[in-house]
């Protein structure tokens, strides 16, 4: 287990610059930007921040927009719309039976 992890923190010292790099680019995608607005507003870039704002506030517009048109699809028109059509031995199939169990002949209705 040893050198498993001596390797493993090897190749996390070695990757600084790699991971920079991709935390830099995921910073400006839909789903990281709203998460990097605190770290560049305390560097001091304004200009960035907002556009990383702005991209994080279409998102979210975005998102907002789809949830409301797919719940209006949905309360309109249901995924399955059942049928009352039964044939001749539906009754079969219901749990039903056209007779009665000889338990209850001696009984009555």
């Known amino acids: 287990m040893g050198p ?3 390797g493993v ?5 070695g ?10 680019t995921l ?3 839909p789903a990281g930007a709203a998460w990097s607005l605190g770290g560049d ?20 517009a975005g998102l907002a ?6 719940l ?3 309360l309109v028109t249901p995924p399955y719309a059942g049928t009352s059509k039964r044939g001749p031995a539906a009754w079969a199939f219901s749990g039903c039976s056209r007779r009665r169990p000889p338990a209850r002949w001696r009984r009555g209705p």
């Open 9 to 13: 923190a090897e190749g996390i010292a």
């Open 41 to 60: 507003l305390a560097v001091g870039s304004y200009g960035a921040a907002g556009l990383k704002f702005l991209i994080a506030l279409g998102t979210l």
């Open 27 to 29: 910073s400006w995608t």
């Open 15 to 24: 990757s600084g610059d790699f991971l920079t790099a991709l935390a830099r």
């Open 72 to 74: 209006q699809r949905a």
């Open 4 to 6: 498993i992890v001596t």
């Open 65 to 70: 927009l789809c949830w409301k048109l797919l």
